[in-house]
């Protein structure tokens, strides 16, 4: 299980880059999702959003899940591309599968990468 | 390209066949539409009436039935269906009656409601019954829309709660949904009930009510039902039973008698109404006296009394806080009142007595049979139906491994996954209508699989082998969404 | 012990395996007070018993077939139902099998829905159907639920024709109960407006629009203008058709409908007294997402075969539970295998005859109904098989009267619009011969 160390990571398996702004679900929860086909961001660019509020439903083949926002700010992009190729959460989770960009975007209550390793390994079946 | 089993009814079309003819008109020539509102072209099959009936008939073969084995897929009741059934109800007084003729030419159907509205009361001690609802799902929504109801002509709008326990259906959580309210789970605790002190934590002024099955998905009664419900009356709640387990309780308990308010009863499960392949189910609901003038409109009723010459008049009647009308026109008359029907007439009240003690018999025997093989996770006298687990110590073979496998013995599967509180569940119904040796014969299956898992694990894995069709690729399915045969894009893709 | 294949010496030897001594012992988890209580039901019949019951029991009905002549429609037409799909439909495998969790052994179930998917979608135009809903009432209003998801609750108006089937709009209202939606447009009394006058009610903050197709009245309206409009403020626009009128007349696809729904029973499925019927559901690929209801997709299997499967299942109440678009779990599914026979069996040659047979004789009766002093047609807007016919009296004294001369009349509109009480809505299917048409007008003449 892929877990970069420059991010932040919620309970909930999302992931926050400080640097980027960037959102996104992590390699556990998509490994647990299974194969996902279908994305529907629930936020608009230019909306202000705390965290905790859903942004994000993703459906896979046996699942479906609520993504939860990991920080607060301004939505300043959604990633269409996502939209229209789910599958992209499977293959690069932290990469091409962001889901939102937030500007200014101040993280919730985070955890660092070690932290969410020992947390998502208690949670694995 | 993929193998072709059977074509498709497109593929078997061939411009110019014909399959049933129309009479010629008998009426003079009028013109036709302006062209504007005409369709251009009508992109439907052609093909003659053998190939029609060949091609069913063919892919009638590719299916499982009730009809052709046992089928024991929990929480769905898959018992014979009689065959008499299928003839009553397309009897052609109730074939060819339209839904709203007069009531003075449909006093057969009308009796038939009312009747039966009547039997279920009396089934589950209930103060009314509306037929109308059209499948269980459609009963829930029916009874959340009730309890809304009632709490809103009270005033009492703080309510916006429905509790659930872990172990509910879908539907449930799903019919709430759909109210707006919000959903609080309950746990269960480790006999299968529903987790008291969790529960009592729950209950306070906004809860609106509980929706509980019992016997519940794990095959349990919950042993402290008078407890539970006891608790969501003195928080103001009501108490909402979700029927679709029924078959464990007639002659046994009446629902209503335990103090639920509202409950559906699915007549495609309990009484034999045929499950169809997926439909038409019947889901009437049944109240007590505290929702009784909030059931659908219409009921039917007695508009004039009967004596001994004279059978009584029956018609609708609209009760005075109604919540409206569900669907269209009366429910699931033919196919699914006259069957129940016809099911509970040739059964009495002793006959009924009969079909919760040989289900929950059944049940009980099979557990008692693949107990020690199978991890039963909550072990004791079940009901209807019991829940075992579909995993091994040291064998990464799963349930889904485990329902595959029974194809190959001959058998329909289990319900997999659910209830999803226990890991790899494989839930089992047997219902009354199986004898002993059936019941036998799938548990020495089950106790060979559980061999196989050890020893043969592959065997699992790449089952069923002995089927037409082995396993599908459900994500080139989700992902690609062909869903018709006739699009452009299908047609690239053979 | 009617169903009950075990013996009492294997019930013994069962309850010896459990471990109880009786049958009652299975049962002590129930509280005792409440345990096997006394039915007060009739004693059990035998089948041959139970068959001649039921036999009286139907007997006692007048029906259509026998005892009266129909015009009636409003939702249920009586239609010919081509001999196979009866002979097919009583097959086991097909009646007594579940929904098809289990696709290695339900092929049969599954490409029967996919065919039936492809039949919708070609006969309305759409891109996708799904495998079907309750009735034509339940589907429209699960239109509303698509809707409603797709502007994930932010938008809450929905504007309804007042000609709407009536049953179809109080199920609308009962559905909408706790979504905190408002419904306009239905409200309207003068029903000879066109219907772009819908379009005032058509504001940013509308989800849906929903119009019948012929309406309600039986009249026929090119609804582009109107689709049109609603577009332009992001409404989606959901077209109720019904499907016997879609043999012949434009699609809604062609008017850029975004939902086509309707009930199916006119294809195979006998009048039953109001159901079990099918409700269809079709739209745009777009929103296949949002849409409920079962959908089967094709794929292959691990032998290369092409076979097909319950598809986008994560959309469905099992596992999204509270955040599912319905809670639809259960459908019609014996009953779109009977609509899919319909369609094969008569095929696209003999449902056009079906579509021409209904068209002309609904004619022929409106022109000679027209002729009699004091009925004319309420409408001159064009019809397909369904019309209003105005009468000197009130409809529901020209019922009684019909009635007593062993003809069902039409639909008495007074019962849902006052202003109509004197109109009747007639229908005419292939079913009606030219002696019958003619009977019913020898009989309103003499009236």
Redesign the interface.
């Known amino acids: 299980m892929n877990t970069p160390s420059n991010l932040k990571y919620a309970k909930s398996d999302e992931w926050f880059d400080p640097a980027t702004g960037k959102v996104g679900i992590t390699d556990f929860a998509q490994s647990q999702l299974s194969?996902i086909?279908?994305v529907?961001i629930?936020v608009e660019e230019g909306e202000d959003i705390t965290a905790g509020k859903p942004i994000a439903?993703v459906?896979?083949?046996?699942?479906?899940a609520?993504i939860y926002a990991p920080a607060s700010g301004k939505v300043s992009k959604v990633n269409q591309g996502v939209v229209e190729k789910p599958?992209l959460i499977n293959s690069d989770p932290f990469g091409e599968a962001w889901l939102i960009q937030l500007d200014g975007g101040t993280a919730g209550d985070l955890m660092d990468s070690s932290a969410y390793e020992a947390d998502s390994a208690s949670r694995a079946? | 390209m993929a193998t072709i089993i059977e074509p498709t009814i497109f593929e078997l079309s061939s411009a110019g066949r014909r399959g049933v003819r129309m009479p010629a008109s008998d009426v003079p020539v009028v013109d036709s539409l302006p062209q504007h509102l005409l369709r251009s072209e009508l992109p439907l099959p052609e093909i003659a009436e053998v190939d029609v009936v060949r091609h069913y008939v063919n892919l009638s073969k590719l299916n499982y039935s009730v009809d052709s084995g046992f089928y024991p897929l929990g929480s769905c009741t898959m018992k014979y269906n009689p065959k008499i059934n299928e003839d009553t109800c397309r009897y052609p007084g109730f074939l060819f009656s339209h839904p709203l003729q007069p009531i003075e030419t449909v006093q057969g159907n009308l009796a038939l409601m009312y009747e039966l509205q009547e039997w279920l009361k009396e089934i589950s001690g209930f103060a009314g019954v509306t037929l109308q609802p059209a499948a269980g799902a459609h009963g829930e929504y029916t009874g959340v829309l009730m309890m809304a109801a009632y709490h809103k002509l009270r005033g009492d709008s703080k309510r916006i709660k429905m509790l659930i326990p872990d172990a509910a259906h879908g539907t449930n959580p799903a019919s709430v949904g759909m109210m707006g309210m919000q959903v609080v789970t309950i746990p269960s605790d480790d006999r299968g009930n529903v987790d008291l002190k969790a529960l009592e934590a729950a209950c306070d002024d906004t809860v609106v009510g509980m929706m509980l099955t019992n016997p519940n998905t794990l095959g349990m009664f919950d042993e402290n039902v008078e407890k539970v419900i006891s608790l969501i009356h003195g928080c103001g709640g009501l108490m909402y039973g979700d029927g679709a387990n029924l078959n464990a309780l007639l002659g046994i308990v009446r629902p209503g008698d335990l103090g639920f308010d509202v409950m559906h009863f699915n007549l495609h499960k309990t009484f034999s109404v045929p499950h169809g392949g997926g439909g038409p189910g019947c889901g009437p609901v049944g109240v007590s006296k505290t929702l009784l003038d909030f059931l659908p409109t219409p009921l039917v009723g007695i508009l004039e009394e009967g004596n001994d010459e004279e059978a009584p008049f029956y018609g609708f009647v609209t009760p005075p806080n109604s919540i409206g009308r569900m669907k269209a026109f009366h429910g699931h008359f033919g196919g699914g009142m006259v069957r129940a029907y016809t099911y509970i007439a040739m059964h009495g009240p002793d006959g009924l007595k009969d079909i919760a003690q040989y289900a929950v018999l059944n049940a009980n025997y099979l557990q008692a049979k693949v107990r020690g093989h199978y991890k039963i996770p909550f072990d004791r006298i079940c009901m209807h139906e019991f829940v075992a687990e579909g995993r091994f110590e040291g064998s990464d073979v799963r349930a889904l491994d485990v329902s595959k496998r029974l194809m190959d013995y001959g058998f329909h599967p289990p319900t997999n996954y659910f209830p999803l509180i226990v890991p790899e569940a494989l839930m089992i119904e047997p219902t009354e209508t199986e004898n002993k040796d059936t019941l036998d014969k799938f548990a020495d299956a089950l106790i060979k699989i559980a061999e196989e898992a050890k020893t043969q694990p592959e065997l699992l894995h790449n089952a069923p082998s002995t089927t037409k069709f082995g396993r599908m690729d459900e994500v080139k399915a989700a992902r690609e969404l062909v869903l018709c045969c006739w699009l452009p894009e299908n047609v690239e893709l053979n | 012990m009617t169903f009950i294949p075990i013996s009492p010496h294997e019930r013994d030897e069962m309850l010896a395996t459990v471990g109880v001594k009786s049958l009652d012992d299975l049962f002590d988890a129930v509280p005792k007070k409440h345990r096997f209580p006394k039915l007060n039901l009739p004693p059990a019949l035998t089948e041959m018993e139970a068959a001649a019951h039921l036999s009286d029991m139907a007997s006692s009905n007048e029906n259509v077939q026998q005892d009266l002549v129909s015009f009636l429609g409003a939702g249920a037409y009586n239609h010919y139902v081509p001999s196979v799909i009866d002979h097919m439909l009583r097959r086991g495998e097909f009646y007594t099998a579940y929904t098809p969790y289990q696709p290695e052994i339900s092929q049969g179930t599954l490409q029967a829905v996919f065919e039936f998917q492809s039949l919708m979608a070609n006969l309305t135009g759409m891109d996708v159907s799904n495998a079907s809903h309750y009735d034509g009432a339940t589907a429209t209003a699960e239109a509303i639920n698509l809707a409603y998801a797709q502007y994930r609750g932010k938008r809450t108006r929905i504007v309804v024709s007042p000609a709407l089937h009536p049953q179809y709009r109080d199920v609308i209202d009962t559905y909408t109960q706790g979504m905190g939606v408002e419904t306009v447009g239905d409200e309207e009394t003068n029903l000879t407006l066109s219907p772009e006058s819908l379009s005032s009610y058509i504001d940013d903050n509308t989800m849906i629009v929903i119009v019948q197709y012929p309406d309600f009245l039986g009249r026929i309206f090119d609804y582009k203008k109107l689709i049109d409009d609603a577009h332009a403020k992001g409404a989606l626009v959901c077209v109720v058709a019904n499907p016997t009128a879609l043999l012949m007349l434009k699609t809604p696809a062609d008017m850029g409908a975004d939902i086509v729904v309707g009930e199916a029973q006119p294809f195979g499925i006998p009048m039953w007294y109001g159901g079990p019927y099918l409700g269809f559901f079709t739209t745009k690929k777009s929103y296949v997402h949002k849409m409920a209801g079962r959908l089967v997709g094709e794929t292959i299997d691990v032998r290369g075969q092409r076979s097909y499967v319950l598809t986008l299942t994560a959309r469905e109440q099992h596992i999204k539970r509270e955040r599912a678009t319905s809670n639809i779990c259960t459908n019609q599914g014996l009953l779109a295998l009977a609509a899919s026979i319909y369609m094969s069996v008569l095929g696209k040659q003999g449902l056009s005859e079906v579509a021409n047979l209904c068209y002309q004789k609904a004619h022929y009766a409106a022109n000679e109904l027209s002729k009699l002093k004091g009925f004319k047609l309420f409408s001159s807007e064009p019809f397909f098989h369904e019309f209003t016919l105005q009468c000197p009296k009130p409809a529901s004294e020209v019922n009684q009267y019909l009635l007593d001369h062993g003809i069902l009349g039409g639909y008495d509109l007074g019962n849902d619009y006052p202003e109509l009480k004197n109109h009747l809505l007639i229908a005419v299917t292939e079913m009606n011969s030219k002696d019958e048409i003619d009977a019913l007008v020898e009989v309103l003449k003499e009236m």
């Open positions: 194969d086909v279908f529907e629930l439903s459906e896979s083949v046996k699942a479906s609520e599958e079946h």
